[in-house]
């Protein structure tokens, strides 16, 4: 099964609302990192948070990672129809490099 | 600006002709990745080149092969394809790899080319 897995598969909500994506994962990691792919198009690097910070903001983004639940939490906060993309995060394993686990996605629909 | 460059954004072949995708980078990184992507799914790590150190996943078909003759291009040419080699490829640079340790950096991405088989 994959390292990384996301809860919702798909988000649907209001521009103004705030969106939560979660990825879960088995291994010890790294770092987790989450990027963003609009459709047809490639991903974009948002964040990267190390094994050993419990949080990081970025303009409205706003990341968690809790080492012991094996989880992370993607929070945009102040939603915009641009932000409509899927979200993908990604851990970066321990004796592995540079090389990146990715999980399934989560879809994000912002409507105006 | 630097960037990741894939050529080109989509690419139609017949079953069983052999095509290459391109991909070129302003980085200067050392690491070059291609990843397939299916509708809906995770990328998946085919490859990558550390400088000119080529590392296979266990799991990459035959059918899949790569070159990369300078720093800045990489190019993933696909033997025989089928109908299941139908995806996004994607290409990504970073800037260092960790043999055997650590590695805290980001990946940066192409636009991918959309590969159709007919």
């Known amino acids: 099964s994959q390292q990384g897995e996301e809860d919702p598969q798909a988000l649907s909500i209001q521009e103004g609302e705030n969106a939560t994506m979660n990825c879960s994962y088995k291994?010890?990691?790294?770092?987790l990192q989450w990027y963003r792919q609009n459709s047809g198009r490639g991903l974009v690097h948002l964040i990267l948070?190390?094994?050993?910070?419990r949080e990081k903001h970025s303009g409205r983004l706003r990341v968690t990672l809790d080492t012991s639940k094996k989880s992370s939490s993607l929070l945009i906060t102040a939603s915009r129809a641009a932000d409509t993309a899927s979200y993908f995060c990604a851990t970066g394993l321990g004796n592995q490099g540079g090389k990146l686990i990715f999980g399934q996605g989560t879809e994000l629909s912002v409507k105006p | 600006d630097a960037m990741v460059i894939q050529n080109p954004r989509y690419q139609v072949t017949q079953f069983g002709k052999p095509v290459t995708l391109s991909c070129s980078q302003t980085?200067?990184?050392?690491?070059m990745y291609w990843y397939q992507q299916k509708s809906s799914q995770a990328p998946k790590l085919l490859f990558h080149y550390y400088d000119k150190d080529f590392n296979n996943e266990a799991d990459t078909p035959d059918n899949f092969q790569s070159r990369r003759p300078n720093t800045s291009f990489c190019f993933l040419d696909i033997r025989s394809p089928g109908l299941g080699d139908a995806a996004m490829y994607l290409c990504a640079t970073s800037r260092d790899w960790a043999f055997g340790g650590r590695l805290d950096q980001p990946q940066h991405f192409g636009d991918g080319t959309r590969l159709s088989i007919l």
């Open positions: 291994t010890s990691i790294n770092n």
């Open positions: 980085l200067n990184h050392n690491v």
């Open positions: 948070i190390r094994s050993n910070e």
